[in-house]
């Protein structure tokens, strides 16, 4: 039984170039959830997708940043025009359903680095 | 949701229990308290839940007050692999808030 699979789990990109990030649930799980970690502080939610929606983005910038869980497929965090700023750890979560008794699973994590 | 408030760090001898606390004293009723830790960078790992129960499960237990504004999480018999940062949420919905949770270091 797989784990929330993320990859790539390094990325280095150049300013100005776009960011892809993907995240495959666990295995029966159709909720999704984005979190962003910057260098020695706690983590951040960004966003809760389920398939084909976005239920709450209220924690992603306004500007540059995407996500989308399309019916087939992994989860996508996009990034364009990557700033050093969006150097960091993002961590996928997944869960079955969305009550609030039911934990969330968390991928590894892709560490982006911007040069 | 709920702020808690943890230990910044704690150590624990290998082979002993390790305890770590948790206040949460704003918690409302609806509102569980999970526990996960973060092993050098990875990503946080569940250990375990419970709304107003103590919980076992094969990795620790959690033990929550009565009135349920503290909590501690109990490794029975912490080893070298359990040093990481320990994060107590207090969630009522699907989003969590992680804190700076408790450094905690297991010494051989």
């Known amino acids: 039984n797989a784990g929330v699979m993320q990859n790539p789990r390094h990325l280095v990109r150049r300013r100005g170039q776009e960011a892809r990030l993907r995240c495959s649930p666990m295995k029966g799980h159709s909720h999704v959830y984005w979190y962003r970690q910057l260098p020695e502080e706690g983590l951040k939610f960004m966003v809760y997708l389920q398939k084909e929606n976005i239920i709450d983005e209220s924690g992603m910038p306004k500007e540059r940043f995407s996500a989308e869980f399309p019916k087939e497929g992994p989860s996508i965090l996009r990034i364009q025009q990557v700033v050093r700023g969006d150097s960091a750890a993002y961590f996928c979560a997944s869960s079955r359903n969305r009550d609030r008794n039911t934990e969330a699973f968390f991928g590894q994590g892709t560490r982006l680095t911007v040069v | 949701d709920a702020k808690t408030t943890q230990p910044t760090s704690m150590d624990c001898a290998e082979g002993r229990a390790a305890n770590l606390p948790c206040n949460h004293s704003t918690i409302s009723g609806n509102e569980y308290v999970y526990w996960y830790r973060q092993i050098h960078s990875q990503g946080p790992q569940y250990i375990i839940h419970?709304?107003?129960n103590n919980e076992t499960n094969e990795m620790a237990s959690l033990i929550i007050t009565e009135d349920r504004k503290s909590s501690t999480l109990i490794l029975p018999h912490a080893t070298l692999r359990d040093t990481a940062v320990y994060y107590c949420i207090v969630s009522g919905t699907y989003k969590y808030i992680f804190g700076t949770g408790t450094r905690l270091k297991v010494l051989a």
């Open positions: 419970g709304l107003k």
